[in-house]
């Protein structure tokens, strides 16, 4: 029989209570998942839409047509399975749901301890926003796989020539299922390493991010050798955004088509506007996007607690990812791609999102230990109190 009198003693509560909330993350993750299969399995798919003609066309791994080739070749085992394309897609991003909660804990655990973990696991797997884009088979969830893993690898306490490797792959991978990962994995490369030098060195980080490249080569010289352009798929993409920010959805003259580079693109109304706007994107990102893809407007007092602990504690982990998650976001934060509230769709903020979580599942783990400690404090001061009454 238990004894529930010594299960719950002091010294076996927060064994308890952290088990309490996995159990908590899983039955809210497991209600995510059915609500949002129920709800939304017949919404029609948006980014998407497209990747089970470029999946059926495709003859091998790069040949995807105009988008990152990891989505489609998903797809494809899948469809080469006999699934449904539709459902295969939502089925999915269900799944990346699933593993980006688990890896969550994976990767958190030993950075930062497991209630931090727990609680980040929980905070993600209640967002609606991230069950209603994994049933859009949204890529942002097939990057933010690879880029946990990267960084997993990148930063692992004990640099080994084996991790080097892995996070070169992982890397590849998420440039891979959207070229603009690049733009946040070569930040979160840079300040992990500045913040705490890797044992391995230069040598170590190079075969790293020289696999990374190498992997993605291929790709990009195929885009050049078809269409003209290294970046040829993307840049008409961003000929897209630049046509909604000059002229939205209704031009009154048929606004200007082909590719448009990068640079182009970040220049467009020259340099002083080029400036305004990334700032102007950062305040919107910062005011109005990131808080409302938490969903839970209460989490924004965990997550500036798990700012400061993370100044406390001198880790800034989680602050790197945040900001070089968002520093491909901000170009075009500021466009008024949805028309009813302006600024951009919430998939794009799905990487900063993740950092939030875990800011919040920190924030909350250290304010448990305050006021434990706190607590102790407060018992000692009134049992000292009560012997020097009773001597008395």
């Given amino acids: 029989m238990i004894d529930f009198r010594k299960a719950f003693l002091r010294d076996n509560f927060p064994r308890i209570f952290r088990g ?42 790069y040949d995807s047509g105009l988008v990152e ?26 799944a990346l749901f699933f593993v980006i909660a688990l890896l969550t804990y994976l990767v958190l655990r030993p950075r930062f301890g497991e209630m931090a973990a727990s609680m980040s696991v929980l905070f993600l797997a209640a967002n609606p926003f991230m069950g209603y884009y994994a049933m859009q ?66 040598k170590g980080a190079g075969l790293a991010l020289g696999l990374s490249l190498l992997l993605v080569l291929p790709y990009v010289i195929y885009q050049r050798a078809h269409y003209g352009s290294f970046f040829y798929g993307q ?34 109304d020259g340099p002083a506007r080029a400036v305004r706007s990334v700032f102007a994107g950062l305040g919107r990102s910062l005011a109005y996007e990131l808080p409302r893809t938490l969903y839970y407007k209460f989490l924004l007092i965990l997550v500036f607690l798990g700012v400061y602990a993370e100044f406390v504690l001198k880790k800034r982990r989680l602050l790197f990812f945040l900001g070089a998650a968002l520093l491909p976001v901000l170009p075009l934060a500021a466009i ?17 999102l993740w950092p939030l979580c875990a800011l919040a599942g920190l924030g909350f783990q250290e304010t448990l230990a305050w006021a434990e400690v706190n607590l102790d404090k407060w018992v000692t001061q009134k049992n000292e109190a009560y012997s020097r009454a009773g001597k008395k």
């Fill in 336 to 352: 008024k791609q949805v028309p009813s509230t302006g600024g951009i769709e919430l998939r794009y903020f799905l990487w900063s």
């Fill in 137 to 202: 088979g949204s890529s942002h969830l097939f990057a933010l796989v690879f880029l946990l893993l990267f960084w997993h690898f990148w930063d692992a306490p004990e640099p080994r020539r084996s991790s080097d490797i892995l996070a070169g792959l992982y890397g590849g991978l998420a440039i891979l299922c959207r070229l603009d990962a690049f733009f946040a994995l070569l930040p979160i490369a840079a300040l992990s390493r500045a913040s705490r030098p890797r044992s391995s060195g230069l």
């Fill in 20 to 61: 309490l909330v996995l159990l908590l993350a899983a039955a809210a993750l497991f209600s995510n998942i059915t609500v949002c299969w129920k709800v939304y399995r017949n919404e029609p798919l948006r980014e998407a839409y497209s990747r089970s003609l470029m999946a059926v066309n495709s003859s091998y791994f």
């Fill in 235 to 268: 840049e008409l993409s961003l000929r897209r955004w630049a046509n909604i920010d000059l002229y939205g959805y209704s031009p009154q003259t048929p606004p200007p088509a082909g590719p448009l580079a990068t640079s182009a693109f970040l220049f467009r």
């Fill in 69 to 94: 080739p990891v989505p489609v070749a998903a797809l494809k085992a899948a469809m080469a399975a006999g699934a449904d394309p539709d459902k295969a897609l939502r089925l999915e991003g269900l």
